[in-house]
């Protein structure tokens, strides 16, 4: 079972869905103002264009997932991390990392700006992280 955090309009939780017959995926966004191009309805939409039938879709936050400890042998997430800033920051990997089993497998996509002073608009980097988490 898989979880995509931040999953807009459900590209990457149909891509693992698709990839990963023998499982299923959850994605989960809280489609606010900033994003609204993406929906749940949209994320239906183009699971069953692509026939997919192994994910579902979720209202929900990032910060305060409505999720058991443990529940996900894989966290995937594509450039949401870097929108949550502050205090939400840390509950957000907290989360993350409470929902995700011993030895599963977390990873993520973001952009960091590298040198916010001098180049502001111009240097971004696209961070892809991908950790096992710890079994001990
Ligand atoms: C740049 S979009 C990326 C969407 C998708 N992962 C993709 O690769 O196309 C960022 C997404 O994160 C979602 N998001 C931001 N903060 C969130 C939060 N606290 N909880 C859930 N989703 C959040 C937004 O609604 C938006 O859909």
New binding site residues.
Partial sequence: MGLD?????G??TIACAKRNPQGKMIG?????K??AS?SLPLCEKNAAAEGVKNALFRR????KLDFPDESFDAVTS???YH??TGEDKQALLLETLRVLKKGGTFSMAMVTISDATMMPRLVHKVAIVTFLSSSA
């Fill in positions: 955090i931040g999953c807009g309009s590209a990457l989960i966004d809280r489609w606010g900033e994003y993406f929900g936050n990032a910060v594509n450039y949401v929108n949550i």
